[in-house]
């Protein structure tokens, strides 16, 4: 296989969607909307007509959403009871919308219909005028793949128990999907999304025990789990944002962290190890006012070293799982353009990123760094994945990035003309073709002493070796973009 063929096995169609696409690339048509003051006869007429599931109700202008009607509410509240479809559609309609706006995921679309039990996303502009409807069936068929009836069972889980078997369904059904074929960027996705819910869910049912301090906080995801990137086997990785004066931080976290740190111990329970870094919201060192974090970011950029460097780099993939999104988001709005005002600390980053190569000999043989206990392995971790992850975080961080993923990050340095449209593809595919291997590879019966991103190449069928070697060569690519942006030696 040359190269070129190998870039082509690598080119597999990608989901119409990723979980970072804004939720105006799903919007596709204008809404269909009827006045507060109309009838179900007449909201059904326009439902046949329209051929929709769903009508918005609206103030008399036609601007603001009040509620929506379905053809499940027409069953539960109309035809069952027996009601008269002359009745006011304001009478059976369901209030109590949940909205996003247009630049709002995919992923908080998906997340937030999983973790209210609603089937659709009323999406609005920043003045509260109706945009659009989102429906379930929009965003990857999640009907189809039982994605909600496992995120019922996480909404439903009242203790430690029921919290563990969610964390199971959570893990078969990743399985399940695995088996069928699903691509990488899709799956983890999919499980990316059960886990903020189980842990929205953990979070919920420890505040009831606990009692934290009334203060409006963000709990955040780190690392992988900040890039939508979590394997079978990771780690836990969070922090929490918290907003008080210099005052009164010491005493709020000095009742945050107890908290926090029993939802750590859940999650380990549930089968999210503790970090072995102690990089949690339960360590008082992540458990910080916004103006902590600031300070803190601060000095890893204007005064970085070698460990700062190595421990900070997850830290730049924070996402908002629970709680005051807003903290987060201010948070990554103060910090973008002061990381990209900095290049000597993107050198640094890019610098420190070079240091791991990909597994290659000059003939484009696997090379091995021969473990003792592990001969003849790999390590689709630290010399796979984490090679694209890091190089993106770098270009993402240098052109003011919001999103954290690594493909949304490579797609966006693709705008500023870092590749050509095949290249980009064959990055992003080799990228996703890796982690799809770690995947596989996690979630076989494996000897427990085996760390789970080390595989034999020699176990691979021949078409999976060649196109992981194709795969790996997409990474140096990669990096010899860094090489060039900050005229580095390679």
């Given at each position: 296989?040359?190269?070129?063929?190998?870039?082509?096995?690598?080119?597999?169609?990608?989901?119409?969607?990723?979980?970072?696409?804004?939720?105006?690339?799903?919007?596709?048509?204008?809404?269909?909307?009827?006045?507060?003051?109309?009838?179900?006869?007449?909201?059904?007429?326009?439902?046949?007509?329209?051929?929709?599931?769903?009508?918005?109700?609206?103030?008399?202008?036609?601007?603001?959403?009040?509620?929506?009607?379905?053809?499940?509410?027409?069953?539960?509240?109309?035809?069952?009871?027996?009601?008269?479809?002359?009745?006011?559609?304001?009478?059976?309609?369901?209030?109590?919308?949940?909205?996003?706006?247009?630049?709002?995921?995919?992923?908080?679309?998906?997340?937030?219909?999983?973790?209210?039990?609603?089937?659709?996303?009323?999406?609005?502009?920043?003045?509260?005028?109706?945009?659009?409807?989102?429906?379930?069936?929009?965003?990857?068929?999640?009907?189809?793949?039982?994605?909600?009836?496992?995120?019922?069972?996480?909404?439903?889980?009242?203790?430690?128990?029921?919290?563990?078997?969610?964390?199971?369904?959570?893990?078969?059904?990743?399985?399940?999907?695995?088996?069928?074929?699903?691509?990488?960027?899709?799956?983890?996705?999919?499980?990316?999304?059960?886990?903020?819910?189980?842990?929205?869910?953990?979070?919920?049912?420890?505040?009831?025990?606990?009692?934290?301090?009334?203060?409006?906080?963000?709990?955040?995801?780190?690392?992988?789990?900040?890039?939508?990137?979590?394997?079978?086997?990771?780690?836990?990785?969070?922090?929490?944002?918290?907003?008080?004066?210099?005052?009164?931080?010491?005493?709020?976290?000095?009742?945050?962290?107890?908290?926090?740190?029993?939802?750590?111990?859940?999650?380990?329970?549930?089968?999210?190890?503790?970090?072995?870094?102690?990089?949690?919201?339960?360590?008082?060192?992540?458990?910080?006012?916004?103006?902590?974090?600031?300070?803190?970011?601060?000095?890893?950029?204007?005064?970085?070293?070698?460990?700062?460097?190595?421990?900070?780099?997850?830290?730049?993939?924070?996402?908002?799982?629970?709680?005051?999104?807003?903290?987060?988001?201010?948070?990554?709005?103060?910090?973008?353009?002061?990381?990209?005002?900095?290049?000597?600390?993107?050198?640094?980053?890019?610098?420190?990123?070079?240091?791991?190569?990909?597994?290659?000999?000059?003939?484009?043989?696997?090379?091995?760094?021969?473990?003792?206990?592990?001969?003849?392995?790999?390590?689709?971790?630290?010399?796979?994945?984490?090679?694209?992850?890091?190089?993106?975080?770098?270009?993402?961080?240098?052109?003011?990035?919001?999103?954290?993923?690594?493909?949304?990050?490579?797609?966006?340095?693709?705008?500023?003309?870092?590749?050509?449209?095949?290249?980009?593809?064959?990055?992003?595919?080799?990228?996703?073709?890796?982690?799809?291997?770690?995947?596989?590879?996690?979630?076989?019966?494996?000897?427990?002493?085996?760390?789970?991103?080390?595989?034999?190449?020699?176990?691979?069928?021949?078409?999976?070796?060649?196109?992981?070697?194709?795969?790996?060569?997409?990474?140096?690519?990669?990096?010899?973009?860094?090489?060039?942006?900050?005229?580095?030696?390679y």
């Open positions: 296989m040359n190269a070129s063929q190998s870039s082509r096995a690598l080119e597999t169609a990608a989901p119409r969607l990723s979980a970072y696409s804004p939720l105006s690339a799903v919007v596709r048509r204008t809404p269909v909307t009827v006045p507060l003051q109309a009838t179900v006869r007449e909201a059904l007429e326009l439902l046949e007509r329209s051929r929709v599931g769903s009508v918005v109700v609206t103030d008399p202008a036609g601007r603001v959403p009040l509620g929506i009607f379905t053809l499940q509410d027409l069953l539960r509240r109309v035809t069952l009871p027996g009601g008269d479809l002359q009745q006011p559609i304001a009478g059976v309609m369901t209030g109590g919308l949940i909205t996003l706006e247009p630049q709002a995921s995919v992923h908080q679309a998906v997340l937030a219909m999983a973790r209210h039990g609603v089937r659709h996303v009323v999406v609005v502009d920043g003045e509260g005028r109706l945009v659009g409807v989102v429906t379930q069936g929009d965003l990857f068929g999640l009907q189809r793949v039982g994605v909600k009836e496992v995120s019922d069972e996480i909404r439903a889980a009242c203790d430690l128990k029921g919290l563990q078997g969610a964390a199971a369904s959570v893990r078969r059904l990743a399985d399940g999907l695995l088996a069928q074929g699903i691509g990488a960027e899709t799956l983890t996705h999919f499980v990316s999304t059960l886990n903020d819910l189980l842990t929205i869910r953990v979070i919920e049912l420890t505040s009831d025990e606990c009692d934290p301090p009334p203060v409006p906080l963000c709990w955040i995801a780190l690392g992988s789990e900040g890039r939508l990137e979590q394997t079978f086997s990771t780690d836990q990785d969070n922090a929490l944002i918290f907003d008080a004066d210099a005052a009164s931080a010491p005493r709020l976290r000095k009742g945050l962290v107890p908290f926090a740190r029993a939802v750590n111990e859940k999650l380990a329970a549930c089968g999210y190890p503790l970090c072995a870094s102690n990089v949690m919201a339960g360590n008082a060192s992540w458990c910080l006012t916004l103006e902590e974090w600031r300070r803190t970011f601060t000095r890893w950029i204007h005064e970085p070293d070698p460990q700062a460097l190595l421990g900070a780099a997850i830290f730049f993939d924070f996402r908002p799982v629970y709680g005051n999104a807003a903290l987060a988001e201010r948070l990554r709005e103060w910090l973008l353009p002061v990381v990209a005002s900095r290049p000597v600390f993107l050198r640094l980053l890019a610098e420190k990123a070079l240091e791991h190569r990909p597994p290659l000999g000059v003939l484009r043989g696997f090379v091995y760094d021969q473990p003792r206990d592990f001969p003849h392995t790999i390590d689709l971790k630290s010399s796979g994945s984490r090679l694209f992850a890091d190089a993106a975080r770098i270009l993402g961080l240098a052109h003011k990035v919001p999103d954290t993923s690594t493909a949304q990050r490579l797609r966006a340095a693709d705008e500023a003309g870092y590749f050509g449209p095949r290249t980009l593809s064959a990055i992003i595919e080799g990228f996703h073709f890796i982690h799809l291997q770690r995947l596989r590879h996690q979630s076989r019966p494996r000897n427990p002493r085996v760390p789970p991103n080390r595989i034999d190449p020699r176990e691979l069928n021949g078409l999976d070796r060649r196109v992981l070697k194709e795969a790996l060569r997409q990474a140096s690519v990669l990096q010899a973009c860094l090489v060039r942006e900050y005229e580095l030696r």
